[in-house]
């Protein structure tokens, strides 16, 4: 990012997401960090609808910022994790929560001036643990496909990185459905690997190429 993007904003939205541990706990500290500034936070949570410390902490303090803190924790506990998953609750109740916390997050943003809030409608949660169930059968389809290495580095989100082998390249592509997009990374390492101007091809365009000026603004780009 460009020394210039880093401006005190008056609003910001912060998502955390993942698999690892570590989200709540870091989430509270950029939420400390508000309060005592003067903002005004309002900390919605998907999933752990059940009574942790950082919660506990949050009720305790919900006094002292009463003008200033929103909590709401939405969600009913893990989907589709084995046995930590909660029992005797359906996909469709998991969704509805889900629902109702995403409409609950996008009213607090309407109501401090956010103009729009958009709902995308995607094909599928791609690129989430959402799609272990297409993953095999996407697998299957990767692994009877003739491979070949390509002529060029192609680089793949799923590591940021060119692959080096057809195995590799199949891997990553397999992986890639699942996994997060290090959209970031590929364009930095692209860059120090000697990457100089960009083509973007499809879409409008414009949507690649807006967000590699975010990584670098000294980067050229066109569209096909």
């Known amino acids: ?25 870091a989430s509270i500290g950029l939420m400390c960090r508000a309060l005592g500034r003067g903002h005004k936070v309002a900390y919605i949570q998907f999933i752990k609808h059940w009574e942790v410390g950082e919660h506990t902490f949050i ?10 803190l929103f909590f709401y924790k939405g969600g009913k506990g893990f989907f589709n ?38 709902t995308l409608q995607v094909g599928g949660a791609f690129h989430s643990p959402l799609m272990a169930d297409a993953q095999a059968k996407l697998e299957k389809a990767i692994r009877e496909t003739e491979m070949k290495m390509p ?9 940021a990185r060119p692959g080096s082998t057809v195995e590799e390249i199949r891997q990553n592509l ?8 290090r959209w970031t990374q590929t364009m930095q390492n692209m860059i120090v690997d000697g990457m100089t101007s960009a083509l973007e091809v499809g879409g409008t365009g414009s949507v690649l190429r807006g967000l590699l000026r975010k990584v670098d603004r000294s980067i050229p780009s066109e569209t096909a």
């Open 59 to 68: 009720h305790k303090i919900e006094p002292l910022f009463k003008d200033q």
């Open 174 to 181: 397999i992986e890639q459905l699942t996994a997060p997009v």
């Open 1 to 25: 990012m460009a020394f210039e993007d880093f401006k005190q904003k008056k609003s910001i939205v912060v998502v955390f997401t993942g698999e690892n541990k570590g989200k709540t706990s």
């Open 151 to 159: 002529t060029c580095k192609v680089y793949q989100n799923v590591n």
């Open 81 to 118: 994790a084995g046995d930590l998953s909660e029992k005797d609750i359906d996909d469709e109740t998991h969704k509805k929560s889900a629902v109702e916390t995403l409409k609950i997050a996008s009213e607090k943003l309407l109501a401090k001036g956010a103009l729009k809030v958009v």
